[in-house]
T-cell receptor
Framework: AAGVIQSPRHLIKEKRETATLKCYPI?????VYWYQQGPGQDPQFLIS???????DKGSIPDRFSAQQFSDYHSELNMSSLELGDSALYFC????????????????FGPGTRLTVL | SQQGEEDPQALSIQEGENATMNCSYK?????LQWYRQNSGRGLVHLIL?????REKHSGRLRVTLDTSKKSSSLLITASRAADTASYFC???????????FGKGTKLTVNP
């Protein structure tokens, strides 16, 4: 079965550079979530999109932005990178039917490991 | 305090034994999900239990949910060395589909 695809799998950047992470959800899934997992930490929710609209927002820095496109793939754009941004970034997708359900399984991609030097 | 606290933080058992991990949370939830993560790798969804369910099985996994105590447990029976991983519980809270993860339990199954 098709899974969530994330690219790139590994990314090395210098401080103050920008990075773009891509996520391709499971076919027919209309909701995408982004999570950040620092070394030895639990995943932290960043932002989510349902039907190309932002549906929820967590602890996402102002330097980060994201969007979901017409084909439901999503991109997380990170600017002015800092050392503390080094982490695993996960994308998850679900067949969400609106904010008031909240009952659908989220399937995670393999993650993008971002290293900021 | 952190939503989804897990207990124990680390667990080491012998192959064939059962492993039990517990998760507590603080607010009302829509569902609770358990995930597994091998070191530095992706999160693999194991099982979802809804707030109106009390117990669920999937293969060697058994999950219970006690909403009155705001707690859940994950039991892995007849453990194998390949079960070695970190296990996270995650809750979806009312009005939101975002998941709030616990700190995880690091399980080591010794052959």
């Amino acid at each position: 079965a098709a899974g969530v695809i994330q690219s790139p799998r590994h990314l090395i950047k210098e401080k103050r550079e920008t990075a773009t992470l891509k996520c391709y959800p499971i076919p027919r899934h209309d909701t995408v979530y982004w999570y950040q997992q620092g070394p030895g930490q639990d995943p932290q929710f960043l932002i989510s999109f349902y039907e190309k609209m932002q549906s929820d927002k967590g602890s996402i820095p102002d330097r980060f932005s994201a969007q979901q496109f017409s084909d439901y793939h999503s991109e997380l754009n990170m600017s002015s990178l800092e050392l503390g941004d080094s982490a695993l970034y996960f994308c998850a997708s679900s067949l969400g039917q609106g904010w008031d359900l909240g009952t659908d399984t989220q399937y995670f991609g393999p993650g993008t490991r971002l290293t900021v030097l | 305090s952190q939503q989804g606290e897990e207990d124990p933080q680390a667990l080491s058992i012998q192959e064939g034994e059962n492993a039990t991990m517990n998760c507590s949370y603080k607010t009302s939830i829509n569902n609770l999900q358990w995930y597994r993560q091998n070191s530095g790798r992706g999160l693999v969804h194991l099982i979802l239990i809804r707030s109106n369910e009390r117990e669920k099985h999937s293969g060697r996994l058994r999950v219970t949910l006690d909403t009155s105590k705001k707690s859940s447990s994950l039991l892995i029976t007849a453990s194998r060395a390949a079960d070695t991983a970190s296990y996270f519980c995650a809750t979806a809270q009312g009005g939101s589909e975002k998941l709030v993860f616990g700190k995880g339990t690091k399980l080591t199954v010794n052959p």
